[in-house]
């Protein structure tokens, strides 16, 4: 069964406490990316990667480090949380198909985390 | 800078009546994806709208895809309690290198069906 896997689901952590949130996939694909969700804004992407060993960052990556080492994982590193960081994470696994202009991707969600920063 | 807007973002409804989801975005982009999310769940990937006019339906749920006006439109018809959830509506922003993969959310439609 094709599954985009995240651990733990739920987490409560103190700030400061480095922590890693783990991200597989099954699925072979290249694209990975991870979002948070809070209330009223949406889902906004933290970074994403394109290939093993190439990341870059999304639209909020302050705070946030990842890691692509191997095609099927990409795990969310909180070096220094913060309660600012309280949020549900979503990691998400893309299928594209297609060259160009034509090409075409469906993203995948992995079932969350919610993550508590006291 | 790519935006995505939905409306409304709060949506109660009664049963067995009609309503429509609007979603506007900002930059030229010619796919567009619907998202279901139930309380405390994950996205579920609803329409994945390629083409200008492109028109899918799935039970009582009809998306449709205007890339000249950059709006697509999530109907619902004879709407039941098995709908309520947030609706999301997300576009395909390109990256560098020309590939594409990131995804720009609007802020949801929290829908919610009373009998």
């Known amino acids: 069964e094709a599954q985009v896997t995240q651990n733990p689901r739920y987490l409560i952590t103190v700030t400061g406490k480095k922590l890693t949130v783990t991200c597989s996939q099954n699925?072979?694909?290249?694209?990975m990316s991870w979002y948070r969700q809070d209330p009223g804004l949406g889902l906004r992407q933290i970074y994403y990667s394109m290939n093993v060993e190439v990341t870059d960052k999304g639209d909020v990556p302050e705070g946030y480090k990842v890691s692509r080492k191997e095609k099927r994982n990409f795990p969310l590193i909180l070096e220094s949380p913060s309660p600012n960081q309280t949020s549900l994470y979503f990691c998400a696994s893309t299928s594209r198909w297609g060259r160009g202009l034509r090409m075409n991707t469906e993203a995948f969600f992995g079932q969350g985390t919610r993550l508590t920063v006291v | 800078e790519l935006k995505v807007e939905q409306n409304p973002l709060f949506l109660s409804m009664q049963e067995g009546k009609n309503y429509t989801i609007y979603c506007n975005y900002s930059?030229?982009?010619?796919?567009l994806y619907w998202y279901r999310q139930d309380p405390g769940k994950s996205l579920e990937s609803l329409f994945v709208l390629l083409s200008n006019g492109a028109v899918k339906q799935e039970g009582r749920l009809m998306a449709s895809l205007d890339t000249k006006a950059r709006l697509s439109t999530l109907h619902i018809t004879a709407a039941v309690h098995d709908l309520s959830a947030t609706y999301f509506c997300a576009v395909v922003r390109p990256v560098r290198g020309g590939s594409q993969g990131n995804l720009i959310f609007g802020k949801g439609t929290k829908l919610s069906v009373k009998p």
């Open positions: 699925m072979n694909h290249e694209y």
């Open positions: 930059t030229t982009s010619d796919r």
